[in-house]
Each structure stands twice: as structure tokens, then as C-alpha cells.
């Protein structure tokens, strides 16, 4: 409980009410409790003026009842001839202790007035000279019943406890609308932790939890489509294991037949062989992508000239490429890059045997070089199969091998264009592709200069 964020939030909030609610009593005491004192000794002194003036207006009449009856406007009154000779008037019973001294009654009969002390009770007292008869007396006068300043400080302790509790309770409740969304977020978690990636929490918050809980839901989306794309994987890897190993199974099978000829027995060798070969390839493209996507994969950049690469490149491939008789055409312009030169090679040796294969016998591919202000573009057109337009966007995928009806050829394992477009964003480059079904098809691969 102690550690829960509601808790420390709701303890948190009452603590900050009651530290500012304490500063602020204090400093309004400090700034107003001795302006009222100072008002109400002033109204005492005047009515005190007042009640000496009217007994002096007539003076025949006898001081002791008149104090008397003014007493009982509750006043506390006190009368000193001199200082041991004091008379007290009061409707209490009980006799008050004079809160003034020797000196206090002394300073008033020669003519002073005297106030209470301030910030204590008998601030509400004040002493005035009076004359009767010719004589100098000293006269207290203190307000009794009429509590000032005991009246203000129950108003402002009100005021205090009730913002305090008031307060107290809101924020109990606020908090619980504050944690809820984190709470929803924690079980969330804990579903995404077990596996469960069909989360999707309601946002109805524009602040920053809001933006929390759309992070969220575009995490667990992409987690979902992660997962999504690891089965994909695993079941395509299998696919692609289990295919060439069931053609081996068979024609080892059949080889044990005593009865076949020589020339069949060679073409089944020779099946075993594309087939284990196909293998060996697979497992080589997947360490190679995996590397790829590790990112510890190893980027040896040199200077080194593209259109040399090319062309070298071109010529390795000649014996593919004559078999098929496909006219071959070349403008490469002089350029150096500072690249990754193995990394790009395997991207031109993709897109040229990709070319080759998909171009029927006696079609042309033409490679252009071509350097711009800020970009090193490459291109590779073949007067191929073509691509159709709602197949592009795959093409890039792993084990994207096409339409099974149009690929008839089956050599490869749809790697290839993956892990060249990997390579390219690696240099910061692009690749694309623009294709006419049945005619034409264009890869363009665009290096910025500067990498
Ligand atoms: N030049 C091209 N002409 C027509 N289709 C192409 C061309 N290049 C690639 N493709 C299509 O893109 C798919 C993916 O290519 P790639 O990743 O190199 O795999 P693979 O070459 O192993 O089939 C190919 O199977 C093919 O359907
Ligand atoms: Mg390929």
C-alpha cells in the first residue's frame, strides 16, 4: 500500500495543502493580527473618550453607579484614585486580574493613554486619564464577552480545516482518476509479457498519459505484427528446407532401382545436386540477412571505381547471359564511391541473375551508370516478364517469389531482393522498381554521394 503511486500522490497533495495552508495562516497573521488589534484598541479609546465625556457633562452624579451601569455594556472596569486604591466594575462575578501595573496607573493619571499589549488578551485593555472633581484618576476600560480576536481566529481555523479536509477528500478522489489509466496500462504489460499482443487500450485523455497510451497501443501493434512476421518466417524457413529435401528423398529413392538407365540415373545426380545446392544457398542468404538486420554487421567502406565493378561483374555472368543469347548493353560513366564493395556486389550479381532469369532467350538488359550533382544512380532494365503493379510492393520481401504460376523457373528463394534492399539502406541509399507487365523491368538503386 505504502508504495502504491496512489498513496505517495494523495499524501504527496495532502502534505503540499497542509504546508501551504500553515505558511499562509502564519503570514496572514503576521500582516493583519496587529492592524485589527491597533482598530480595536482605537474603538475602545474612542468609546472610553466618550464615557468620560458624558459623566463629565454631569458631574453630580455618583461616579460609582454610573461606572456601574456602563459595565454593564459589558465592559470590565477598573477606577484608581492612586495605585493601591482601585475600584472594579464588572457584570462577571468573578474579579478579573488587572492586566496593567503600578507604573501603568501611574502613567495614565499624570494625563498618557495606555494600550494592551499587543498579540496577548489584554490587548483589548486601554487606560485613560480622568479628571473628576478636579481629581486625577486613571480609568481601564476592557471589553469583555466581545472576544475580537478569538472571533477571527475560529473564522480563520474554520477556513483552515475545512480547505484542509475538503481538500483532502477531492484529492482522494482525483488521485484514483489520475492512477487509473496507469493501472490500466501496468495490467496491459503484463498481458504483453505473457504473450498476449491483442492489447489495445481506450484513449480518452489529450494530455501526456493520452499520448503514453497511443505509444502504447502502436507498440503492442507492432509487437503483434513482429510476432506475426517471426511465424511467417519460421513457416516459409520450413517451407523452404522441406521442398528441395522431399525432391532429394524421392530421387535418392529411385535411384536404388538396379533397372534405370545410366542417362536417367545422371539427370536424377544432377536434380540432387541443384537441390543440395539450393540448400547450401538458402542457408547461406539467411546467415547473411540475419547478419544484416544484427547490425554488427561488418561495413568495410573503400574508395573503389563503380563502373569498373560493373562491368567486371557483367563479364562473370557472360555464360548465363550468352546461353539465354540476350543482348547485353553497357554506358557506365567513370565514378569512385566509397562503399562497401563485397556488400554491393552481391546487390548487382541479385539484380543482373535476376534480370537474366526473367528475361526469355534472345531478350536485351541494358546497365547505366549515370552521375548527378548530389547521387550515383545504377540501373538495371531487362525486356523481361515484368512485374505486375500490385506485386511490387512484395518483390522486396523475403521469400517473396512471386505468382507460383508465372514463376516457373523455382531457382531461387526469394532472398535475393531482401537482402540487397538491406544492403542499400545501409549505405543510405534506395531501390525501386518500375515495370510494365510483360515487357519491361527497371531497378533503380540510388547511392548518395557523400556516405
Ligand atoms: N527483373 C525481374 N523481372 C521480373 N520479375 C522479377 C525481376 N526481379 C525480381 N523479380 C520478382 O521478384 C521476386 C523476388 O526476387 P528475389 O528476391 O531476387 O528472389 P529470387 O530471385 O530468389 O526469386 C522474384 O521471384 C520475381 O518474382
Ligand atoms: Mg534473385
Known sequence: ??????????????????????????????????????????TIVRQGKEIISLYQQNPSKNIDSYLKSISRLHYDIWLFTNSKNGKYFSVNSKKTSAPFTNKDIQFVKKGGIYY???????????????????????????????????????IVHTILYSVFIIGSILILIASQYLVRPLKAMTSATKKLSQGNFD??????????LGTLAHSFNRMAKELRELEQ???????????????????????????????????????FLDIIQQETERLSRLSENLLKLASLESNHHPFHAESYRLDEQLRRLVAFLEPQWSKKQLKVTVKLEKITVFADQDQLSQVWL?????????????????????????????????????????????????????DPARNRLKSGNGLGLSIAKKIVELHDGQIKVDSEEGKTTTFTVTLPKQI
Not at 494523495?10 to 503540499?16: A, D, E, K, L, N
Not at 483589548?124 to 481601564?140: C, E, K, R, S, T
Not at 521442398?243 to 528423398?249: E, F, G, K, V
Not at 529411385?254 to 542417362?263: F, P
Open 116 to 154: 494592551g499589549k499587543p498579540n496577548t488578551k489584554s490587548f483589548q485593555v486601554v487606560g485613560l486619564p480622568f479628571q473628576i472633581n478636579n481629581q486625577p484618576h486613571a480609568l481601564f476600560i476592557k471589553l469583555n464577552e466581545l472576544r475580537f480576536s478569538e472571533k477571527i481566529n475560529q
Open 229 to 267: 512476421m517471426r511465424q511467417d518466417f519460421v513457416s516459409n524457413v520450413s517451407h523452404e528446407i522441406q521442398s528441395p529435401l522431399t525432391s532429394i528423398r524421392g530421387y535418392s529413392e529411385m535411384l536404388k532401382d538396379q533397372t534405370i538407365s545410366i542417362e536417367e540415373r545422371t539427370a
Open 1 to 42: 500500500m505504502i508504495r502504491t503511486l496512489y498513496f505517495r500522490l494523495v499524501v504527496t497533495f495532502i502534505g503540499v495543502v497542509f504546508i501551504s495552508l500553515v505558511i499562509s495562516f502564519f503570514t496572514a497573521d503576521i500582516l493583519y493580527r496587529q492592524d485589527i488589534e491597533k482598530q480595536i484598541q482605537q
Open 350 to 402: 541479385n539484380l543482373l541473375s535476376n534480370s537474366i532469369k526473367f528475361t526469355p532467350d534472345e531478350g536485351s538488359i541494358h546497365i547505366q551508370l549515370t552521375n548527378t550533382e548530389r547521387q550515383i544512380i545504377v540501373q538495371v532494365t531487362d525486356t523481361g516478364i515484368g512485374i505486375p503493379k500490385d506485386v511490387q510492393p512484395h518483390i522486396f520481401d523475403r521469400f517473396y517469389t512471386g
Open 199 to 208: 492489447i489495445h487500450l481506450e484513449v480518452k485523455q489529450k494530455n501526456e
